[in-house]
C-alpha cells in the first residue's frame, strides 16, 4: 500500500469517527471537520459525494436516538425553504472549478470557527424576537452551506436556540432536519455529478466504525469535558482552513 494511500485511510477513519461521535452527542464541532480534513486529501467535490451517505448513515443513528422528539412545527419551517439552499449551492456548485471550491471550503470553515469562538458573545448581543420567516430564512443558509460544504449547522443552532426549545428537542429537531436534507440533496449531487458510489466501495470496509463511534461519542458525552473537546476541534478546523488556503 502506498503512503497516500495510508494517509487517505487514516484520514477517512478518523472523519468517520468524527461523525459518529458527533451525532453521538459530543457536538456539531466535530462533524464540521470531516469535509475540509478530507479535503486535504482528495478534491473537494469528490468530498462531497463521499461524505454524503456517510452522513446518512450516521443520521440513522442520530434520529433512531431522539425519535419522535423533534418540533414538527419548526421543521416545517427549515425543510421546505432548505430546497431553496440546496438549489442555489448546487448551481454553485456545477460552475465553479475545484480551485475556487477548495477555498470557499476554508472561507465557510473560518467562519464556523469564529461563529464557536464568539457564539456565546453573539448570542448574548441579539435581542430577539420570534418571526415565522427566520425560520425560512435560516433553511436556506443552512441548506446552501450543508450543499457546499455539510456545515449546516450554526445558523440551525443560532435559530433552536432562540427558540428556548428544551435541549433534547433541540437535538432532535436539529438531527431530523439533517437527516431530511441529506436526502434531498441526494438528486442534485447526482445532478452535479459529485455523489459517486465507487467512492464508498473504497471505504465500505471502514464503515462499521460510523456505529462504533455513535456508542463511543455517547460514552464520552458524560465523561470529557466537552468545552476542551471543542477548543480541539477549533483548533483542527482553523489548521486545516490555512492548508486548505494554500
Given at each position: 500500500m502506498h503512503e497516500n494511500q495510508i494517509t487517505f485511510y487514516v484520514i477517512t477513519a478518523f472523519v468517520i469517527f468524527l461523525i459518529g461521535v458527533s451525532k453521538g452527542g459530543l457536538g456539531g464541532?466535530?462533524?464540521?471537520?470531516?469535509?475540509?480534513?478530507?479535503?486535504?486529501?482528495?478534491?473537494?467535490e469528490q468530498v462531497l459525494?463521499?461524505?454524503?451517505?456517510?452522513?446518512?448513515?450516521?443520521?440513522?443513528?442520530?434520529?433512531?436516538?431522539?425519535?419522535?422528539?423533534?418540533?414538527?412545527?419548526?421543521?416545517?419551517?427549515?425543510?421546505?425553504?432548505s430546497l431553496i439552499g440546496i438549489t442555489a449551492g448546487t448551481a454553485l456548485l456545477t460552475t465553479i472549478s475545484s480551485d475556487a471550491l477548495r477555498k470557499g471550503l476554508a472561507v465557510i470553515v473560518i467562519l464556523f470557527v469564529l461563529y464557536r469562538l464568539f457564539e456565546a458573545r453573539i448570542q448574548r448581543a441579539i435581542t430577539y424576537q420570534p418571526r415565522g420567516w427566520h425560520g425560512l430564512l435560516t433553511g436556506v443558509a443552512a441548506g446552501f452551506t450543508s450543499t457546499l460544504a455539510h456545515t449546516g449547522g450554526p445558523p440551525v443552532a443560532i435559530y433552536l436556540l432562540m427558540?428556548?426549545?428544551?435541549?433534547?428537542?433541540?437535538?432532535?429537531?436539529?438531527?431530523?432536519?439533517?437527516a431530511i436534507i441529506n436526502w434531498l440533496k441526494v438528486?442534485?449531487?447526482?445532478?452535479?455529478?459529485?455523489?459517486?458510489?465507487?467512492?464508498?466501495?473504497?471505504?465500505?470496509?471502514?464503515?462499521?466504525?460510523?456505529?462504533l463511534s455513535v456508542l463511543v461519542g455517547r460514552w464520552l458525552s458524560t465523561r470529557i469535558d466537552k468545552k476542551t473537546f471543542?477548543?480541539?476541534i477549533i483548533v483542527l478546523l482553523a489548521a486545516s482552513a490555512l492548508l486548505l488556503l494554500r
Open positions: 464541532a466535530a462533524g464540521a471537520a470531516a469535509t475540509p480534513l478530507m479535503a486535504l486529501v482528495m478534491p473537494v459525494g463521499l461524505m454524503l451517505p456517510l452522513l446518512m448513515m450516521a443520521d440513522v443513528f442520530a434520529v433512531a436516538s431522539h425519535w419522535w422528539r423533534w418540533d414538527n412545527r419548526l421543521l416545517l419551517l427549515l425543510v421546505p425553504a427558540q428556548q426549545v428544551t435541549p433534547r428537542v433541540f437535538v432532535a429537531t436539529s438531527a431530523a432536519f439533517f438528486p442534485y449531487y447526482v445532478y452535479a455529478g459529485v455523489l459517486d458510489l465507487n467512492q464508498l466501495r473504497q471505504v465500505v470496509w471502514l464503515l462499521p466504525l460510523i456505529p471543542e477548543r480541539v
